[in-house]
């Protein structure tokens, strides 16, 4: 969990701000505590020593009701530490964090060979963090500093009921509920490639697994009235490691899967205009590739309808569309005109893709478009998924022209189109830049289909 100081950390202005009060703390408790014993023990001949370094505990309350600060400083300089933490009524929640904290003080005191004792610092600090369910958040930052640019630090965040004293879960924000848990890991996945502070260092392979739904990924994290913050380690998304990592999604993005205490009331927003951006007949490790890079440059969002074969052919493609968060759709296997199909055929070429979309991406496709927009009763009652066919035909298979592409587009776009384009031809590669870059200078966002209203 080393790293390199870096600009940018706000972080660590808290860390050196908390720093500097608990010094003063300290300064001023000496300066009571020097007079009280010169006025005791005035001894004109005693002989001068080293005086024993002073550990000073110091236990206040805080603005929270039943939650007191205890700080802990020491005047040596060879081992200087500040720590402070929180304590409550409860003597359960008060052992953990106090277990918590004796990790990182014998983790200061035992690894002090072959360093610099004198550059050494321990620094812990905490903030506290109330939801409008009364529940406190504790986000301890924690920070062994060897040198002015080598720290070892780590964020770790505690919970507490205030009025029982019972710990919160996320499985008490989400009702235990793995269902919910998933989906809480998608918004958190697209609010994480989407954060313009990972722009350049994100690595989208390294995203997965850290934000797997599995309950134990997700046990950091902090509630506020209006988000919840998820903090990470060092460099686990990125190249470089820049220290702990936070991502902070609004609860109304979470609100659909949050026990009723946790939920926020949703303020409308003046609605403006939206573009639904579709690509059909993919996955393609040349053109899919590109057009992935595109939409990140304008924080796009669209929906790829994905050919089952393709999805097999090309797994690690699909993975980067769902890992991009854009939204998965189903087309089919092999690309027939599925209202031909006898029953059996047609069940496999669906199913099939559902499957594999699932297998590959470790997402659920959650549209469905037939080839050819070919459909009836029989194709829509084979799959559970809505049917998403288009208003803007780009035609961009048959004429292979930037140019037409774009013309297309701005002929036909208003609020709430659906725009067909396939990610298989270097032609709408090529041309999506000059598209998104339309579009935006319009005022359009760019939307998967299930964000649009009515499609
Ligand atoms: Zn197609």
Redesign the pocket.
């Known amino acids: 969990m080393k790293f390199k100081r870096r600009k940018r950390r706000s972080l660590w202005i808290d860390v050196a701000f908390s720093s500097a009060i608990m010094a003063m703390t300290a300064f001023a408790l000496l300066l009571i505590f020097n007079t009280s014993d010169s006025s005791t023990s005035a001894s004109p001949n005693k002989i001068k020593e080293e005086p024993k370094p002073e550990v000073l505990i110091n236990s206040s309350d805080s603005n929270f009701p039943g939650i007191k600060i205890v700080t802990e400083t020491t005047n040596d300089p060879k081992q200087p530490f500040a720590i402070q933490y929180p304590q409550s009524e409860y003597e359960e929640f008060n052992s953990r964090i106090l277990e918590y904290i004796d990790q990182w003080k014998t983790r200061y005191f035992e690894n002090d060979e072959n360093q610099d004792a004198s550059a050494k610092e321990l620094n812990i600090s905490f903030e506290t963090v109330q939801n409008q369910s009364g529940n406190y958040s504790f986000v301890i930052l924690a920070a062994i500093s060897t040198s002015e640019t080598d720290i070892d630090s780590e964020i770790r965040t505690f919970h507490i009921q205030p009025e029982t004293g019972k710990e919160i879960k996320m499985a008490d924000l989400v009702g235990q509920d793995v269902e919910k848990l998933k989906r809480t890991a998608k918004v958190v996945r697209d609010h994480i490639y989407q954060n313009p502070d990972f722009k350049d260092v994100l690595l989208p392979e390294n995203v997965w697994q850290p934000t797997e739904p599995l309950w134990r990924n997700y046990q950091n994290f902090a509630l506020t009235d209006q988000s919840v913050l998820f903090y990470y380690g060092a460099g686990v998304f990125t190249e470089e490691s820049e220290g702990p990592v936070t991502v902070e999604v609004p609860l109304e993005k979470l609100n659909p899967f949050l026990a009723a205490d946790y939920q926020v009331e949703i303020t409308e927003k003046p609605a403006g205009k939206k573009v639904a951006l579709t690509f059909?007949?993919g996955p393609d490790p040349k053109s899919t590739v590109r057009i992935l890079e595109t939409l990140k440059k304008y924080d796009a969002k669209a929906t790829f309808f994905m050919l089952g074969s393709r999805v097999e052919y090309y797994p690690e493609i699909a993975q980067q569309v769902a890992e991009a968060g854009h939204e998965l759709g189903n087309?089919s296997w092999n690309?027939p005109s599925l209202t031909k199909l006898p029953d059996k055929k047609l069940y496999d070429e669906v199913q099939g893709t559902t499957d594999i979309i699932k297998q590959v991406t470790g997402e659920p496709a959650t549209v469905f478009r037939p080839?050819y927009g070919a459909e009836n009763e029989r194709v829509r009652a084979i799959t559970n998924l809505p049917v998403v066919l288009w208003d803007v035909d780009t035609l961009d298979w048959k004429h292979h022209d930037p140019q037409k592409l774009l013309a297309k587009v701005k002929a036909h776009t208003r609020n709430g189109s659906i725009v067909l384009m396939h990610d298989i031809h270097k032609s709408t590669a090529d041309g999506l830049d000059s598209v998104l870059a339309y579009l935006q200078s319009q005022g359009y966002t760019f939307v998967t289909v299930s964000e649009l209203e009515n499609y």
């Open positions: 059909d007949d087309h690309h080839p």
